[in-house]
């Protein structure tokens, strides 16, 4: 036992290398399974080329960015004790393991697409297995590249900063390590954030020039080979919902992490392993969560044609969540002392136990509760079908009724959490059960990479005139993973917003500010300022989709209209104009929602100060993660009210399929929620947590900065007889002489 408490630190980056062993395992057997006919194998190539060559464009911007912000962050490590040159290095590796996330799941997505087509010629059970282990490639990559980056860094920044001076493990040696390792979650965070917006722009952009000009116009399938924007639009699927969400959840796990590990090394522990158990133990979790995600895809299994695809899932799911409590209970008991204290709040190591329990059962309502706002056959998406049969407009309406009350339940499971985590354990309790909750991210993610997979594979289907039996097959799974991917997204702004609690606490102890009153007038300014922008950053990203979907809308349209013989089969339309027109409209229009969200805590900090800077960022997360509920649940809604007259929608006992006027107007409702599902509303999460990472990397040059506060108002003679005079400060605002 004595050489676990000697090496556990070492030990837990060996956990991430395993998950990126069986990922490579399930990598390799999905490449080996049959990719299909010659024209199945040319057109997932025409997939895979247009999503390598979106991502080859994004990295281009994208490493100017990190090396300019490396840069700044280089001479910035040098100005303060609490920080280092060496954030700059933490930071690009952190910038280069998020996008080689994103990489890894787009990449075995485009060759998982076409294998699940061609598996469900055979059965549904085979066509699942190869969408679900594409999805496990994906999953099993990120959580294992975060576990062994997040892991491996720490152990070098807390050898220089820590052992090598024989430093206290609570004292600031230790702040400055985590300070330093608080830029690997930047540079992932920053990364996703662009990934993810840019991801959105492109896939809704070409989905919407696809629906609008295909479905609607021509009247032909969704994914008709003689439409010029359907290879964009299946390209869009990887590079929006595989590889955006990769990063996405990501930096949603190292961010977790390392705000646990921040206010970790406020608690004086005694105990076996230094003093430093509360702050190994969120690492520790999440490789336990990676470990037990691994044995619960062997629970995911599809047998007969009549199983359930999405009870399969579930099983899955809730088989890592219980496995990763049983094990968190022995972790918890066997590193933590009796009692501990963090901000003059005394708790038990059971109490940090019954917090990790919270945010896992808080992770699963969430999941819960999405699935039941956006799965077919459910009370919210019935309704939205029965409105579709008056017209566009009532469509519409009601799936705006639906993504505003799918907030009520979610709020206040979120709100229970937080108050029952901090409850048992105080800040650190909050913080921990983010931990628990995203430690079976590996599993999350598998379910969320499952839905684009298998909605690819039903899109070349279609496109290669399969029989009838084989697109039933691939719908099945389309429909399951409509909602998976909702739900996914549902559990990644749950995870945002606790995640964002645990660094605000962190960006507070580092600030050095005692409280933040919002009953001072600048506060609670910047409490509005903050709440404002979600709203801009949506506008921004739903405005960039439109317009790029408009330039998509006219190439579709001159291609009917130039080509002749694109109806009739005699020509190829021009795929790749349609893939460039995204390419290019993602590429320039991610920049300016994007830098909202590193260039306000930076201009709020140092010109308000941090009480400000914490007022913004209250503001920021409690608006993010109602906007971003909304948006993704009333998108998921519309997609699968749309998707409800495929199979036959009954309305007032009258049956309603494909080309029906109810249809029609469900159409519209799914290109109005396209941009909500997955452009605007998944990037909120990322909004509000890489707000908050912005804040704590800037807290040590902000920290004692006062912001300037009107003098209370009072007869001047009073005035002059009760206030000393005031002198400016640069770096402290006003003080008193």
Known sequence: ??????????????????????????????????????????????????????????????????????????????????????ISVSFLIGAFTSALAGYIGMNIATKANVRTTQAAKTSLSKAFRVAFNGGCVMGLGVAGLAVLGLGSLFIVFYQIYVVQTGASVNGQSMERALEVLAGFSLGAESIALFARVGGGIYTKAADV?????????????EDDVRNPATIADNVGDNVGDVAGMGADLFGSYVATILATMVLGREIVSQDDFGGIAPILLPMLIAG?????????????????????????????????????????????????????????????????FYSIVVGLVVGALMSLITEYYTAMGKRPVRSIVNQSSTGHATNIIGGLSVGMESTFLPILVLACGIYGSFYFAGLYGVAIAAAGMMATTAMQLAIDAFGPIADNAGGIAEMSKLPAEVRERTDNLDAVGNTTAATGKGFAIASAALTSLALFAAFVGIARIDSIDIYKANVLAGLFVGGMIPYIFSSLAIAAVGRAAMDMVQEVRRQFREIPGIMEYKARPEYEKCIAISTKASIREMLLPG?????????????????????????????????????????????NAKKSFEKGAVIN?????????????????????????????????????????????????????????????????????????????????????
Request: net charge negative; no cysteine.
């Open 1 to 86: 036992m004595s050489f676990f408490y000697d090496n556990l630190i070492y030990l837990i980056p060996l956990l991430g290398v395993l998950g990126i062993i069986v990922m490579f395992s399930k990598s390799q057997w999905v490449i080996r399974q049959d990719a299909g006919d010659e024209e199945m194998q040319k057109l997932a190539g025409y997939i895979a080329a247009g999503a390598m060559a979106f991502l080859k464009a994004e990295w281009k911007i994208l490493t100017y960015f990190a090396i300019v912000t490396g840069a700044l962050l280089f001479w910035s490590g040098t100005l303060v004790e609490t920080s280092s040159w060496m």
């Open 209 to 221: 020039g696809a629906d609008l000009v295909g479905k609607v116009e021509a009247g032909i399938p």
């Open 288 to 352: 336990v969560g990676l470990f037990f995600s691994i044995v619960s895809t062997f629970f995911v299994r599809v047998k007969n044609e009549s199983d359930s695809v999405l009870a399969a899932l579930n099983l899955g799911n809730w088989a890592s969540i219980i496995l990763t409590a049983v094990a968190s209970y022995f972790a918890v008991a066997w590193m933590l002392p009796d009692t501990m204290l963090i901000r003059g709040f005394s708790f038990s190591k059971e109490d940090v």
């Open 595 to 639: 830098s909202i969200a590193l260039i306000v805590p930076v201009l709020v900090g140092f010109t308000l100060g941090p009480e400000v800077l914490g007022g913004v960022l209250a503001g920021v997360t409690v608006s993010g993660v109602l906007m971003g509920m909304f948006q993704s649940n009333a998108g998921g809604a519309w997609d």
């Open 653 to 737: 006992n009258e049956t309603f399929y494909k080309n029906s006027e109810p249809h029609k107007a469900s159409i519209t409702g799914d290109t109005v929620g396209d941009p909500f599902k997955d452009t605007s509303g998944p990037s909120m999460n990322i909004l509000i947590k890489l707000m908050s990472i912005v804040s704590l990397i800037i807290a040590p040059h902000i920290s004692g900065h006062q912001s300037v506060t009107a003098v209370q108002r009072m007869p001047k003679t009073e005035q002059q007889a009760s206030s000393p005079p005031l002198t400016v400060h640069v770096n402290d605002g006003f003080k008193a002489k």
